[in-house]
């Protein structure tokens, strides 16, 4: 569920807390465990930054109140029993105040490099995949599909040519010592086109992204 979603009726604790588990929805690695209260919910729901219920402190607790080290509401969901939460999230830095990324990684632990975010791949190609199986009107994926191998596999020759020149545009920016901030946006939304369509392109031939990454990881010495 997403944030403006309706959760179900969570089964709280005689203490009025429930479990919640915290993961990084960049790659799911979970890193951390506390507690929410009716409170610590409403509070994450309404402001979008991840809050607590402190039972040290026994008062509402916004992660990152102190350090800076908030967590980005992304997902919110509970399990079978409603008596336990998930809550994905988006860390703005080391999640744990040992300065490593997990509560679960080993004491003295360096803090991980950022993730690329490719996991969000996951859920545009569920999209495109519920778009090949149901053909919604209105949709362009859907007129895509519908158009056969011959305009699905089109685009994504176009969005390889875009991608050339935003790259060498965003290349003779840099050697005149202009600012990249446009072409570097130009350059990235390029290649977002390009990833969008070659994916299309995979769900209207029948494949999937699995097998393309089963073909990367036969060539893992690059």
């Given at each position: 569920m997403t944030p403006g979603d309706a959760l179900p009726a969570i089964r709280y604790g005689a203490d009025g807390l429930v479990p919640a588990v915290v993961q990084d929805a960049a790659d799911g690695r979970v890193l951390m465990v506390a507690w929410m209260?009716?409170?610590?919910?409403d509070a994450t729901l309404a402001t979008g930054e991840v809050h607590f219920h402190s039972r040290s402190r026994g008062r509402l607790w916004r992660k990152g109140e102190t350090s800076g080290n908030v967590l980005k509401l992304r997902a919110i969901?509970?399990?079978c029993d409603d008596d336990a939460i998930l809550v994905t999230a988006e860390p703005a830095a080391p999640t744990c105040h040992r300065g490593t990324r997990s509560c679960f990684d080993a004491d003295g632990a360096p803090a991980a490099a950022p993730t690329q975010g490719f996991a969000w791949l996951d859920q545009l190609w569920s999209t495109i995949a519920d778009r090949a199986e149901r053909r919604p009107q209105g949709s362009y994926t859907t007129q895509l599909l519908d158009g056969g191998v011959d305009l699905a596999s089109r685009k994504v020759a176009e969005e390889a040519t875009e991608v050339v020149i935003a790259a060498k545009n965003d290349a003779a920016a840099e050697s005149a010592g202009a600012d990249r901030g446009e072409t570097r946006k130009e350059l990235?939304?390029?290649v977002a086109d390009l990833l969008y369509h070659a994916l299309v392109t995979l769900a209207e031939r029948g494949l999937e992204p699995a097998d393309v990454i089963g073909?990367?990881?036969a060539r893992s010495a690059f």
């Open positions: 209260d009716a409170e610590a919910l969901a509970t399990d990235a939304g390029e073909v990367l990881r």
